[in-house]
């Protein structure tokens, strides 16, 4: 059974930084899954913000690249990720998430994913 627990959300003032971290267990990390960040905000669907393939390789939402830093460490279990230059419309629940297999073209997809966490609040005020 996948597990997955994010920490790290939080209250920022715009243009400042936070990170957000993801533990995963009950399975050999990155050996076969692929790794994502969602964020949901109030009255909106959920949307795909970064995530790791199991080759490694980056994908980002274009409303968050050059900001924002997907990254793992597989010694610990787990997945980061750090937000830069925050902006009030970052606001959402941050979820973390994993599937064995996503297509690499629906990485950002998250009806792909089968293992979520329970979600980590974010909030940017102005």
């Known amino acids: 059974q996948v597990q997955l627990v994010e920490s790290g959300g939080g209250s920022a003032q715009s243009g400042g930084s936070l990170r957000l971290s993801c533990a995963a267990s009950?399975?050999?990390?990155?050996?076969?899954?692929?790794m994502g960040w969602f964020r949901q905000a109030p009255g909106k669907e959920r949307e795909g913000v970064a995530a790791i393939d199991v080759d490694g390789s980056a994908s980002y939402a274009d409303s968050v690249k050059g900001r924002f830093t997907i990254s793992q460490d597989n010694a610990k279990n787990t997945l980061y990720l750090q937000m830069n230059s925050l902006k009030p419309e970052d606001t959402a629940t941050y979820y973390c998430?994993?599937?064995?297999?996503?297509?690499?073209?629906?990485?950002?997809?998250?009806?792909?994913?089968?293992?979520w966490g329970q979600g980590t609040q974010v909030t940017v005020s102005s």
């Open positions: 998430a994993a599937d064995p297999q996503v297509p690499w073209w629906s990485l950002l997809r998250a009806p792909e994913y089968d293992y």
């Open positions: 009950g399975y050999i990390f990155n050996t076969i899954y692929c």
